[in-house]
């Protein structure tokens, strides 16, 4: 190996890990509010379980839309650095308006703000696959994930600890703090990857997808119709019987076991293949619904929360994984921020429509409906094919 490449593999390196950092300094700042953000927007702001499904399934929307137009740009301008940074700011922005808002509809044009910062995603993702090899690329972003969930963690700890003395608001601008130095993480150590010029960038489109892509695009989209915000089973809890003090504790259970299975389920990929893993976080996901249908005990929803961590640490790096591989590789920001589009429109009816049910016929409807698509979405993936 000649210098040129060992200087390339370190500069690769060095740009995973600064893409880690930086997500761990947000998630810390977003997880900071997370836990408490059903409960301010129920109890303090007047806001029904509907308006919590509508508000949250806004925001899922939000996220892939801004990924599919940053990733199309992305690609046509051949810049990635500036969507990270500016996604990031976003963020802490938003969490400043949180603070001042006064009633539900205040917290909207925010949401929108802080769902739209997401717009970092794809390119992001981009740069991470095209600073991997298909034998580590699994590895990267389950790093990325762990990362991610290791600063919601502690996020959470530092909201159990300060909530009860500052309130909501003063805990929300401080929130804003730690996404400001991710930007500067950003803007001062990872390099631009040069990518092919504008006039040889031809667009990304549906059409374009290869069978596997549209496939799988649409195994997850019937997914996600299922897949409501966490939100709901932080509600659920409420209602089995936790104390709202106790909710934090339940979401730092499910970030902390979502931290210490996210790169572990990356390695796996990279050794037996996306497909399974994909395939292990369906049924994961199903074992979450069937527990809080079934099991009805304070331990049962405590493991509950951790087999919700299982599924999110098999499911976010993998599905990642799968579909920059899936993707032309000149085109990756596009295929992934097209991907986490159809996933985002399909969010926003999912969480609205469990909100309506849950109101109308009781918690447990919107646990069946989705037990009924994660079913039909694990059925799909056997008609995937790995590249």
Same mark, same amino acid.
């Given at each position: 190996m000649n210098k040129k490449e060992t200087g390339a593999q370190k500069e690769n390196?060095? +740009?995973?890990?600064?893409? !880690?950092?930086?997500?761990?300094?947000?998630?810390?700042?977003?997880?900071?509010? %997370?836990? *408490?953000? =059903?409960?301010f927007l129920t109890t303090v702001l007047g806001a029904n379980m509907a308006i919590l499904g509508l508000v949250d399934g806004l925001g899922d929307a939000i996220v892939s839309i801004s990924q599919a137009i940053s990733g199309y740009l992305s690609d046509r301008m051949g810049k990635r650095k500036v969507f990270i940074w500016t996604g990031y700011m976003?963020?802490?922005?938003?969490?400043?308006?949180? #603070?001042? /808002? +006064?009633?539900?509809?205040?917290? *909207?044009?925010?949401?929108?703000?802080?769902? !739209?910062?997401?717009?970092?995603? #794809?390119?992001?993702?981009?740069?991470i696959a095209d600073a991997s090899?298909?034998?580590?690329?699994?590895?990267?972003?389950?790093?990325?994930?762990?990362m991610d969930n290791l600063g919601a963690f502690v996020g959470i700890i530092i909201c159990i600890l300060l909530v009860g003395m500052l309130g909501y608001r003063n805990l929300f601008l401080i929130a804003a703090v730690p996404s400001v130095a991710a930007v500067l993480l950003i803007l001062l150590i990872v390099r631009e990857r040069k990518l092919p010029e504008k006039k040889l960038f031809k667009? $990304?489109?549906?059409?374009?997808?290869?069978?596997?892509?549209?496939?799988?695009?649409?195994?997850?989209? $019937?997914?996600?119709?299922? &897949?409501? &915000?966490?939100?709901?089973?932080? *509600?659920?809890?409420?209602?089995?019987?936790?104390?709202?003090?106790?909710?934090?504790?339940?979401y730092m259970i499910?970030?902390? !076991?979502?931290?210490?299975? &996210?790169?572990?389920?990356?390695?796996?990929?990279?050794?037996?293949?996306?497909?399974?893993?994909?395939?292990? &976080? $369906?049924? @994961?996901?199903?074992?979450?619904?069937?527990? $809080?249908?079934?099991?009805? /005990?304070?331990?049962?929803?405590?493991? +509950?929360?951790?087999?919700?961590?299982?599924?999110?640490?098999?499911?976010?790096?993998?599905?990642?994984?799968?579909? /920059?591989?899936?993707? =032309?590789?000149? @085109?990756? !920001?596009?295929?992934?921020?097209? %991907?986490?589009?159809?996933?985002? *429109?399909c969010a926003l009816p999912s969480s609205f429509a469990a909100g309506m049910l849950w109101d109308a016929y009781g918690m447990l409807v919107p646990l069946y409906l989705s037990l009924g698509l994660t079913a039909i979405s694990f059925a799909m993936m056997f008609f995937i094919r790995e590249k």
């Open positions: 390196k060095k +740009t995973v890990r600064t893409f !880690a950092a930086s997500s761990f300094l947000n998630d810390m700042g977003s997880d900071m509010i %997370y836990p *408490i953000w =059903p409960l976003f963020g802490s922005l938003s969490r400043v308006g949180y #603070a001042f /808002s +006064t009633v539900w509809q205040h917290v *909207i044009p925010f949401r929108i703000l802080d769902r !739209a910062g997401k717009m970092r995603g #794809a390119p992001r993702d981009a740069l090899t298909n034998e580590n690329r699994g590895r990267s972003f389950g790093l990325l994930r762990a667009g $990304f489109s549906f059409r374009g997808m290869s069978r596997n892509l549209k496939l799988f695009t649409l195994l997850s989209a $019937f997914f996600a119709l299922g &897949s409501f &915000s966490y939100s709901f089973l932080l *509600i659920y809890a409420t209602q089995f019987g936790f104390q709202p003090a106790f909710v934090p504790v339940l499910f970030t902390f !076991a979502a931290f210490v299975f &996210s790169l572990p389920f990356g390695k796996l990929a990279d050794k037996i293949g996306r497909k399974p893993v994909m395939m292990i &976080s $369906f049924a @994961l996901w199903g074992m979450v619904c069937a527990s $809080f249908i079934f099991l009805h /005990s304070y331990l049962a929803v405590m493991l +509950t929360f951790v087999l919700y961590g299982m599924h999110k640490g098999a499911l976010e790096p993998v599905q990642k994984t799968f579909v /920059s591989e899936l993707s =032309p590789e000149k @085109l990756r !920001a596009s295929g992934l921020g097209a %991907y986490q589009m159809v996933i985002g *429109i």
